[in-house]
């Protein structure tokens, strides 16, 4: 059991584009296991490991409600995309910014399962979006990327602000001072 950390925006390293994974072994078994816990403890429901800053096409899903569904993808590649629908969207590096996003509603995709196997499956609703918004983080992308560059800049500024208060807060402990 680990809890990696999260990559916040605007952190360049989320603009990272993935590697694909040449060999599903023990130790990207033990990186998607590391990535459902970061996942679960957050919580969220999905992860993509450019978040927790490892290039390495891999991403963990769990969309049920009882969160006893974990889903690992690698490589993940989409086959298909259909329709459109609008859903709001938040990101576990874009910690609480929540806005509506187009998307496609269904999806066919190809992916290696974690002992390796290929596997194609179709996805809609809330899976579909989730996959997609993975999908974007392995590629270097953001649901912020979609909005206008206006809301994006008033996001960035938001969370550099935390960021400072956040670090601040953290020297502060370290030095043991009180503010
Ligand atoms: O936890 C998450 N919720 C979410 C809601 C709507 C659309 C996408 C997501 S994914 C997000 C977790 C995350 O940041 N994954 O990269
Ligand atoms: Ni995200």
Known sequence: MAI???????????RNVAQPVT????????????????MYEAPGIGLAATQVNVDK??????????KDQPLCLINPEI????GVEEME????????????????DHIRLRALDRNGQPFEMQADGLMAVCIQHEIDHLDG????DYLSQL??????????????????VADARSSHRVI
Do not use: W
């Open 4 to 14: 990696l950390g999260i990559l916040h925006f605007p952190d360049p390293r989320l």
């Open 79 to 82: 086959l298909d995309l259909e």
């Open 141 to 144: 992308k953001l649901f912020v």
């Open 23 to 38: 060999t599903v072994d023990d130790s990207v078994r033990q990186l998607l296991d590391d990535m459902l816990d970061t």
């Open 151 to 168: 809301k994006r800049t008033r996001i960035r500024n938001k969370l550099e602000k935390e960021q400072r208060q956040t670090s601040t």
């Open 89 to 104: 969207e938040g990101c576990l590096s874009v910690p609480g910014v929540y806005e509506v996003v187009q998307r496609a």
């Open 57 to 66: 096409r891999a991403v963990v899903i769990d969309v049920s409600e009882e």
